[in-house]
């Protein structure tokens, strides 16, 4: 469940958060601050899914040599 809400959060971030933000004004490091949010949401997608990705568990079966590992 846990896992299913992080991957959720970059969708919502980005398409529901849009509308809440959506102004030019102020200037974050001299972009709009509507793009500034999309990119923080981009950078934070690859974040979220990295940790949704070692979280889970049907990724546990791979050895960290790259050998799979049959239980």
Known sequence: ??????AA???IGILVGISF???VEPLVLG?????????MWVVLSAII???VYNLDPSNKHIAADGEEVRP
């Open 21 to 23: 933000v959506n102004r």
């Open 31 to 39: 972009m709009p601050f509507v793009l500034a949010w999309i990119v």
């Open 9 to 11: 959060l970059p969708f």
């Open 49 to 51: 899914m990295a940790i």
């Open 1 to 6: 469940m846990l896992l299913r809400v992080l």
